[in-house]
C-alpha cells in the first residue's frame, strides 16, 4: 500500500492523516510550521512522518488540504515537486457566508489548480463535501470525487476505500466545480433543515 503526503496541517488534513495511519498507509505531513507538523505526526504515532514545505512529497498520492485561496500559491511554490503525483484537491471555493461560489462560472478551483500543477501531474477533486468533524469520527461515508486521468482516479478510489469510505466517481474534471457547489448546500442544510453541522451526504444504492 502505497504512502500518501498531505500538505496543511489543519482539521482536514489531521481527520485524513488519522484515517489513513489507521487504514495502514505512511503519512507524511507537509506544512510551513515544522514544529506543529512534528506535533501532528507525534499524535498519530509511528505511520507519520514529517516532510520538508517545498521539497519533493513522498506519496505518489498528494493530499492539498489548504484553503482554496491558498491552494494556487502553495502548488506554484512546489511547482516542479508535483512532477508525476496525483493531487487531490480537497478545497471549498464558497464565499464568506457560504451562499456562493467565488470561482467564476465555467470553471472550478479544481481546474484552475490543474493549470498550475506540470503536465505530469493530475489532479482529482474528492472529500470536500465532507465535514472534517464528521469524517474525524470515523463513520462510514461516501465521498464523492472527479478527474480526468483513469489511473490517478483508480488510485484516489482505492485510497477512499483505505479509510473506509465509499468512492463514488462522478465523472471528469470539470464535474469538480458542481462538487464545490455542493458546499454552500450542505452548509445550508446544516443550518436549516437539519439542524446541526453532524451530517453527512451520501448514495443510497438499490441493493
Do not use: C
Amino acid at each position: 500500500m502505497s504512502s500518501v503526503s498531505i500538505i496543511g496541517l489543519g482539521n482536514m488534513a489531521g481527520a485524513l492523516a488519522a484515517r489513513a495511519v489507521a487504514g495502514g498507509r505512511a503519512v507524511e505531513l507537509i506544512g510551513r510550521d515544522p514544529a506543529k507538523a512534528k506535533d501532528l505526526a507525534a499524535a498519530l504515532g509511528s505511520g507519520a512522518t514529517v516532510g520538508t514545505f517545498g521539497a519533493v512529497p513522498v506519496g505518489d498520492i498528494v493530499v492539498l488540504a489548504v484553503p482554496y485561496a491558498s491552494a494556487v500559491p502553495v502548488v506554484a511554490q512546489h511547482r516542479d515537486a508535483l512532477a508525476g503525483k496525483f493531487i487531490i484537491d480537497i478545497s471549498n471555493t464558497f464565499n464568506a457566508d457560504a451562499t456562493g461560489l467565488v470561482i467564476p462560472e465555467g470553471t472550478s478551483g479544481a481546474q484552475e489548480i490543474a493549470k498550475a500543477v506540470p503536465a505530469s501531474a493530475h489532479v482529482v477533486k474528492a472529500f470536500n463535501t465532507v465535514f472534517g468533524h464528521v469524517l474525524a469520527q470515523g463513520r462510514p461515508l461516501d465521498v464523492f470525487f472527479a478527474g480526468d486521468d483513469a489511473r490517478a482516479k483508480a488510485d484516489v478510489s482505492a485510497f477512499i476505500e483505505s479509510l473506509g469510505l465509499r468512492p463514488l466517481d462522478v465523472g471528469g474534471l470539470e464535474m469538480a466545480r458542481w462538487l464545490e457547489g455542493v458546499g454552500p448546500l450542505l452548509m445550508g442544510l446544516a443550518r436549516n433543515g437539519a439542524g446541526t453541522f453532524d451530517i453527512a451526504l451520501g448514495v443510497d444504492l438499490p441493493g
